[in-house]
């Protein structure tokens, strides 16, 4: 088995609010092996992306607090860190993408200014040297006559060539770890089809591990080797990819993989649905929060299940009512 | 160019439809161009028919959904609805007519008015057409609400105490309110996460069937447009490039624009991982369309000079299969086809 560069351990985060303070990611535990990509999926505000960025600790200041927990890059503990150590690790050893990437881009700057500037920060280029790296990282990430390109502002380009250039600015220093935070959600299936496979061809070339933060299953199943599941701050289930499509185990998984259509689902049947809402993060309760959701009552709502390897390499959160047979695809 | 023989039964025609959008530049912002968002498009809806339409962003999906309702004033073409020409018509001539269509908007967010209760936005368009007082009107949202799958406490509480998809049901309880014959939906569940998504898409297929609705269902998501159309366009920078039924269009896709879409939709199965042709390029600027195909510029296709001047517009190359008489976009036997088609218009 491939080593882990990264490792997280009980990761509790939390933001301060006006009604007290609210746990959004609640103990969160997951590894990324070398070199693979690592899918988090689950719907907007089951904590994904407060994870990812726990990591490199970007949170809402001062709201957003890390609680506890251990966040292990290639073997040292990241909360442990000091100021500096942070600021070399972002954008130098973890490169971050985020969603938008009209918002990610400061419209002020030429795209060369801000491809340098971590080119300089981190590598200790002279600028000169750092425009010129520049115009190659733009046509590694496929950006057509990137010398004349490294000097035009976010705005003069499409939405498809500025996530280009997002990528091309977290890949600048050669990172370990890329962090993707929905990188093509904002994009047309076309666009996105193009930024998944330069991602891929991206990694196959420099052999970096990736966390790809998303809401599509389809996004997930084409790209990512490991996956994990987050549902109500938590994570629910953790499999490699096509285990967990084959035989998902978790209740929360099964129908989320069923409401999906798809192409060869016969027209206008009626699709599975998950019943109800995902509560609102300050109603969490302490227990399984799927089981919250069904409206069921009893122990499993105040008792908080073990995360347990039910099948190799194949983790749950261990419901009693939640987890289903092997083989069970059932509702 | 497609004329229905069954006028009457036809619940919405378009015929050549226009929507351009005047450019002003210079200091005296003098006319400079246009944007042509739609440009020609002709299509007809029958009664209890859902009509999907796809494509990238920025191909004139909206605006179209837009012109249909006349939001947009369209700037050349006919829409007609149950027969009735409403594109030269004043608003004030539309307004008892607007019982009969309807729209529902993407942004569940955006498109609530935040400080009025969820009674109230319901129950405006009933307002706003004199329809009832006070007491049936309330009755009617309630019954409105409870068929959308709200409580009825919701009437009381406003947009914000809900979810995203909950306030999609509001947005179609409003919808339904008029008791319209057609709405038209502009990406209805693309805000929403997947397992609410089905909920709505069940909820539309339900009020279809219950109400006789026909809808004009515009996505980007081509799975989610063929599980609730019946027949599928697929438009590219402003013009409709192929139209079938919706099986059809993705057995048996007859243009390149649409073989790529298809390709690229990520499948959600990873034993069906392939490698898979990966279409380059952005959708290009409808403010100085390519002279020729639109897409074949594109694609740098060797007979983009070809197609310059040449009629592209749709052709029946099969029953109910149109497909635009592309030198660039199609096989060669079904340009052939196509041409001979189109020549004989």
Redesign the interface.
């Known amino acids: 088995m491939a080593e882990n560069v990264l490792e997280l351990r009980n990761v509790v985060t939390a933001f301060d609010t006006e009604g007290g303070q609210l746990v959004a990611v609640d103990g969160v535990s997951f590894s990324v092996p070398a070199g693979k990509t690592v899918g988090i999926v689950g719907?907007?505000g089951c904590g994904k992306s407060v994870t990812a960025m726990s990591i490199v600790q970007l949170l809402p200041q001062p709201a957003g607090t890390i609680l506890a927990g251990e966040v292990n890059f290639c073997g040292e503990d990241l909360l442990k860190a000091d100021h500096e150590r942070l600021y070399e690790v972002r954008g130098g050893e973890i490169g971050v993408i985020f969603q938008e990437p009209m918002t990610a881009l400061n419209p002020v700057h030429r795209i060369g200014k801000q491809l340098s500037e971590s080119l300089i920060l981190h590598l200790g280029l002279d600028k000169k040297a750092a425009w010129a790296r520049s115009i190659e990282l733009l046509e590694m990430v496929g950006i057509p006559s990137p010398e004349l390109r490294v000097s035009d502002y976010p705005h003069q380009l499409?939405?498809?060539?500025r996530q280009r250039v997002v990528i091309a600015i977290a890949l600048a220093c050669n990172p370990k770890l890329v962090i993707a935070d929905e990188p093509t959600t904002a994009l047309?299936?076309?666009?996105?089809?193009?930024i998944?496979?330069l991602l891929s061809q991206l990694q196959k070339d420099q052999g970096m591990s990736v966390i790809l933060i998303t809401?599509?299953?389809?996004?997930?199943?084409?790209s990512c080797d490991e996956v994990v599941v987050m549902y109500g701050g938590r994570v629910v289930e953790q499999a490699s990819?096509?285990d967990l499509?084959?035989n998902p185990r978790h209740a929360y998984t099964q129908?989320?993989?069923a409401?999906?259509?798809?192409?060869d689902?016969p027209?206008?049947?009626?699709?599975?649905?998950?019943p109800g809402?995902?509560a609102s993060i300050d109603e969490f309760v302490p227990g399984c929060r799927f089981c919250q959701r069904m409206e069921r009552t009893g122990e499993t709502l105040t008792n908080r299940a073990d995360f347990i390897e039910i099948a190799p390499r194949h983790w749950v959160e261990n419901c009693p009512l939640c987890v289903q047979e092997q083989g069970g695809h059932d509702e | 160019m497609m004329n229905n023989e069954e006028g009457d039964r036809c619940l919405l025609q378009l015929d050549d439809l226009k929507m351009h959008f005047p450019l002003r530049g210079g200091i005296f912002l003098t006319k400079s161009g246009a944007c042509k968002a739609v440009d020609g498009i002709s299509l007809s809806l029958k009664k209890g028919e859902t009509l999907g339409i796809v494509g990238e962003s920025g191909c004139g999906k909206s605006t179209l959904g837009k012109a249909i309702v006349r939001l947009y004033e369209p700037t050349a073409g006919k829409v007609a609805i149950n027969g009735q020409d409403i594109t030269k018509m004043s608003q004030r001539q539309l307004r008892p007519l607007r019982r009969q269509f309807q729209m529902m908007f993407q942004d569940p967010a955006e498109s609530l008015n935040p400080r009025m209760s969820v009674g109230e936005i319901v129950a405006e368009p009933l307002v706003i057409q004199n329809i009832g007082n006070a007491q049936s009107r309330r009755e009617q949202v309630l019954s409105l609400l409870n068929r959308v799958g709200l409580s009825e406490s919701a009437v009381d509480r406003f947009p914000f105490e809900f979810s995203g998809g909950q306030r999609q049901r509001i947005g179609i309880a409003r919808a339904l309110a008029l008791k319209p014959e057609l709405i038209v939906l502009d990406e209805p569940v693309s805000a929403l996460d997947v397992s609410v998504q089905s909920q709505v898409l069940n909820l539309l297929l339900e009020l279809q069937e219950e109400f006789g609705l026909s809808y004009v269902f515009i996505a980007h998501d081509l799975a989610v447009v063929k599980h609730i159309s019946d027949r599928v366009a697929v438009m590219y920078l402003g013009k409709i490039v192929e139209l079938a039924d919706a099986d059809t269009i993705y057995k048996n896709p007859k243009h390149a624009y649409t073989k790529a879409l298809i390709a690229a939709i990520p499948v959600p199965d990873p034993a069906a991982r392939q490698q898979r042709e990966v279409l380059g390029g952005d959708v290009p600027s409808p403010i100085n369309p390519p002279a020729g195909s639109a897409f074949g510029h594109r694609l740098n296709h060797p007979r983009y000079e070809e197609s310059i001047g040449l009629d592209l517009s749709l052709v029946e190359i099969e029953p109910g299969h149109w497909v635009a008489a592309d030198p660039c976009c199609l096989e060669d036997e079904d340009y052939q086809r196509a041409r001979q088609l189109a020549d004989s218009q």
């Open positions: 719907e907007s499409s939405g498809g060539m047309d299936v076309t666009v996105q089809a193009q998944l496979e809401h599509d299953l389809g996004v997930i199943a084409e990819v096509y499509f084959a129908g989320l993989l409401s999906i259509p798809r192409l689902t027209r206008k049947s009626v699709l599975k649905t998950i809402n995902v």
